[in-house]
């Protein structure tokens, strides 16, 4: 590796692990410019040559939290047998992870944060190219989506060319799918549930079994 992109990475490492430990310790929104470069052991002026400003900081930071879902994803997909089995695998695999950190989850892919996250997620894998390690090539798309609409509607195409389901009903396929899945995210995120995590995961994934279902080629 060139050793200009070590030490950005090395630096940029510095920064992320002392906003995650702000944000686990004292809360996302306790996050300031002071206490990460206080903790990473560097000034607030190094900071801005690695991170356009404090929200770009903590997308980057909150990249980290996909790692676990990444790294186990070929879990999940591994004994699918098509294309609609695998769609099916990849939301519980999702769906397991985002409902267990939904706060996270829902920084990233439904806040002011998600504009710019095609990029980030790009720059952040170019520098951690270890934390795509597990996911297979044609799954890439998937994970380097530029929203989450873009990153569902990429292996529902799958099934549509599998003949599963028409390319003209997806968009709608995926966006009942999406309002599904951040409704029952943001019950959770708000404590608007009496379910359990494995509970909702069920829901969710019995919701977008019957989604598929209505719109199916007998």
Known sequence: MDKKLLQKRRIMGYFIDATNQIIENDGLENVTIRKVADIAGYNSSTLYN?????????????????????????????????????????????????????????????SKFSNSLNSTIKEYYSIFPDELDNATTDLNKMLLGNTIYERALSILKDCANDGYIIHENLKEINEMTILIYQSILNNLLNHNSSDTIDECIKKALKYFKQIIKSYQII
Do not use: Q
């Open 50 to 110: 690695y991170f356009k400003n404090l929200d770009h900081l903590i997308l980057f930071s909150s990249m980290k939290y996909l790692k676990d879902y990444t790294k186990n994803l070929h879990k999940y997909i591994k004994n699918t047998h098509n294309s609609l089995e695998r769609y099916f695998a990849i939301w519980e695999c999702f769906c397991y992870y985002s409902f267990n950190n939904p706060k996270i989850y829902n920084l990233i892919f439904f």
